[in-house]
């Protein structure tokens, strides 16, 4: 699995506002755009909505993604979380140029997609790598505007 134009490392928590403040006091992450999320899904364990608060924040050109899970089908988060409320590593992200070239790569290659969904604008695939890298990687096609609108540079 290629890791090209890899631009994100993702956290799950239990404690959504105590990760951004630690985030903000003490990894240089100036400010989040929160976002509260519910994109269908087709997931290993079904398909559906998947709910969450995400916040999005940059340190130079590395955002940093907390997602704090809040139900439907949002087990690709859970299933990881420990107990306590620290933030804990969850996936690395690599944003692509070409959907439709990335999802024939997955296939032809065989690559574990456990979890695939979008909106408007962003189409996001998630590999199962815990075997080989001892995390999820994700994989993302974003249109410039929502690109921009996250922060992208």
Known sequence: MKMNNFFQMAYITRDFEKAMATFKEHHGVDDF???SIDPEVQTKWGSGKLYANVALGWVDNLQIELIEPKGGLDNLYTEGLPGGDVPHFH????RVPDWNAFKAEAEREGW??????GVPGVNFAYIDARDRLGHYVEYMWMNDEMWAATGGK
């Open 33 to 35: 755009i929160v976002l």
């Open 91 to 94: 996936h690395v992200c690599m």
């Open 112 to 117: 574990p997609i456990v979890c695939e969904g």
